[in-house]
């Protein structure tokens, strides 16, 4: 009896990794998160730090400290950049798959979203969190 309840209980404690279909993005529409997200990977296959961190990154994330920039750059940058092509599903096309996201759907007036991403290289898909800057959506916290 205790199986069942633990695999119910999992179910509603770990949305994300609950069992969603899988969207293959493509050409995002502008201004999407997922559009956020296929700049990312850009400037990442590119190797394009201060594109991200001057236009995709949010003061939240970025901004924060005077040696921001060289740690974000040390840490988060060189294990984005070793990854980043196993986050393509088709590298010619530039395609990226999401599992899913929290919420699961963007509704009007939402301001914060987590896209999860699968990876080639990965166990499990991998937490992008997106925020509205001015309207505009960045990198508010970002694991690939």
Not at 11 to 27: D, H, K, M, N, Y
Not at 60 to 77: E, F, L, N
Not at 95 to 120: H, M, N, R, W, Y
Not at 123 to 140: H, I, S, T
């Amino acid at each position: 009896m205790r199986t069942p309840l633990l695999l119910l209980a999992s179910w509603f404690l770990l949305p994300s990794l609950a069992l969603a279909e899988g969207r293959v993005i493509t050409s995002p529409a502008k201004g999407t998160p997922e559009e956020v997200v296929a700049r990312l990977l850009e400037a990442g296959t590119s190797d394009d730090f201060d594109g991200f961190y001057d236009k995709l990154c949010h003061p939240d994330y970025c901004h924060q400290i005077p040696t921001d920039r060289k740690d974000k750059k040390v840490y988060m940058w060189t294990r984005f950049t070793k990854f980043v092509a196993s986050y393509y599903t088709n590298a010619g096309a530039r395609s990226f798959e999401v599992t899913s996201t929290q919420p699961p759907t963007l509704e009007a007036g939402t301001d914060e979203i987590k896209l999860f991403l699968k990876s080639s290289k990965r166990d499990m898909p991998v937490p992008v969190v997106l925020r509205k800057d001015k309207g505009e959506w960045k990198v508010a916290n970002c694991s690939l």
